[in-house]
């Protein structure tokens, strides 16, 4: 095993005592040294003679990895308390008291990052206490989350002032392009990461000097739970084709008499088509200047190698951004080359470019006297790579919810993700939202507009049988609901308040 020695510490301490914080240590501790976290399967770093009241800060820890931290392997131990929190503070993210299991309770945790970023790891004694004798930190990556867009997505710290209903109209020829359910999900996931924010890959791909520019759009996507006709969905349509290849001119995906399915009602539901297109085509969509003219072909198209981030995605489209940049096109935004050299796009914090950005440049690429921090491909509206796009802009998001609230606007009183079955009345403007989504247990609702009292919380599979969950509420609009051993696939929750269901999907992975 490589080790690398963070740093040795025989330094005087401060320690600013407070009341000591049970099942977890308050941010107080000093920071005596800082590195960066193990990148390598099994690698491990360390940091030598800790006192208790000190810190260490782990820089590039990453969302989705699962690390250990310990101090069992330590010779000179005192009972020691670990507690995790983002560098600078926040929430804990983690602790341990006793985990090694030895006499003199040294600490053993294992933390899956949500996000990329810098980590603090506070050592007491227990309990909360400061200790001038010191004990080792080892720090080792044990486990590799899968890596891109969706593992490092966080949870938005606020409601999204819209919830998108989609359905998914999957066109297969083989069996290969009937994509699964989890291909679909986790492209959902993508699409709310990216509008929100909380992908966790901003951090790292975004150039600093752009971070200030990145924008929560406030818009999120939920799978329809409810078709046009009111009847429980799962969001998703399957047609078998005879089309080998779709295309964007004949545009046979959106016609069910072309081999294709015809879309839902365009002004509530964003339809997505995932099939075989040709010719190298990643994805298209329609403008909302369209709507009207052309209902019947509202919508965006994405192949299925460049739809969501696992199962029959290929490199290097394969973290779901071409739907993000398609859905981006659908809310009015305009490639950031403004099609024309040195174009515009209508959009006044994207710097003019000279032209497209393929691939993962570097920074500054300086062009149209843009200098000088230069062109913004790491936008979604340009054509970098998946792995190397990671933001919108405030201009951007203007843009978008300028046509949410205009041409768009029958989206927010859509009941697609609303509600719900029977005779209880059907709230259209309380999406429901989980989080993280898909995972394999733990997942977060929160609603947009609502405060519940005292809600009951159901969890049924797809075949519309109650399963056996546990549910805990956080806050007035948001519960953690914990699915106890459910097999993979999708699930629905609902959540009820008197006289109404609200209702969304989840899947299991
Ligand atoms: N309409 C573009 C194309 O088909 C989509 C580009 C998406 N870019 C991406 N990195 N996923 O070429
Ligand atoms: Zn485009
Ligand atoms: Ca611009």
């Known amino acids: ?48 003679g800790n006192w208790a009241g000190e810190m260490i800060r782990v820089t590039n820890m990453k969302g989705g990895n699962t690390y250990s931290i310990s101090t069992c392997e330590s010779y000179f131990y005192f009972d020691s308390e670990i507690t995790v929190y983002p560098a600078g503070g926040g929430s804990p ?10 006499y003199e309770g040294p600490s053993y945790v294992e933390f899956t990052p949500s996000q990329n970023g810098d980590y603090d790891i506070l050592l007491d004694e227990y309990p909360c206490q400061s200790n001038v004798s010191g004990m080792n930190i080892y720090i080792t990556l044990i486990e590799e989350g899968s890596v891109g867009t969706g593992a490092g997505c966080g949870i938005p710290a606020t409601v999204a002032s819209l919830s998108i209903p989609v359905v998914v109209h ?34 790292n791909v975004v150039p600093g000097v752009f971070q200030g520019l990145g924008t929560d759009m406030g818009i999120e996507f939920c799978l329809a739970s409810v078709d046009p006709d009111g009847d429980v969905t799962s969001g998703i349509t399957r047609t078998q084709t005879n089309v080998s290849a779709f295309t964007a001119n004949e545009n046979g995906a959106k016609h069910s008499n072309l081999g294709g399915h015809d879309n839902w009602d365009p002004t509530r539901y964003l339809n997505i088509w995932v099939c075989n297109l040709g010719g190298g085509l990643l994805g298209y969509a329609t403008f909302p200047a369209d709507l009207q003219s052309n209902p019947d072909e509202d919508g965006v198209v994405i192949g299925f190698t460049a739809f969501g981030n696992t199962g029959s995605v290929a490199a290097p489209y ?56 230069g062109d913004l491909f790491v936008n979604f509206m340009d054509y970098s790579d998946d792995a190397c796009m990671a ?34 009345e059907i709230d259209s403007n309380a999406g429901l939202t989980a989080y993280p989504n898909p ?27 109650k399963i056996m969950a546990s549910a805990n509420k956080i806050s007035s609009s948001e519960i953690d609901i914990e699915l106890n051993s459910a097999s993979k696939g999708i699930y629905f929750i609902s959540v009820s308040d008197q006289n109404k269901t609200w209702r969304t999907s989840i899947l299991v992975n």
């Open 170 to 203: 999957v066109l297969y020829k083989t069996a290969e392009q009937n994509i699964s359910d989890d291909q679909i999900m986790s492209q959902i996931a993508v699409l709310n990461c990216d509008f929100r924010k909380v992908n966790g890959d901003f951090q």
């Open 93 to 102: 993210v983690a602790y341990d008291d006793d985990g090694c299991g030895l």
């Open 318 to 373: 394969n973290q779901g951004r071409t739907a993000t940049h398609e859905v981006g096109h659908w809310l009015n935004l305009r490639h950031v080359w403004g099609d024309a050299a040195c174009g515009n796009d209508f959009v006044d914090d994207t710097p003019t470019q000279e032209q497209a950005n393929y691939s993962c440049m570097n920074f500054p690429h300086v062009t149209c006297n843009n200098g000088p921090n």
């Open 1 to 48: 095993m490589k080790k690398i020695i963070l740093l040795f510490v025989p330094v005087i301490i401060v320690y600013l005592n407070t009341s000591p914080v049970h099942a977890q240590c308050a941010y107080d501790n000093y920071l005596i040294a800082e590195g960066d976290a193990p990148q390598v399967l099994n690698d491990q770093v360390y940091s030598i």
């Open 439 to 465: 995972n394999n247990g733990i997942f977060r609702v929160k609603s947009s507009n609502v405060s519940w009292n005292q809600p009951t919380i159901e969890v049924y599979d797809i075949l519309g049988k």
């Open 391 to 424: 933001m919108f802009t405030n201009g951007q998001g203007q843009r978008a919810n300028a046509t949410t609230a205009g041409s768009r606007n029958g989206l927010s009183s859509s009941a697609g993700c609303g509600a719900t079955v029977g005779i209880q």
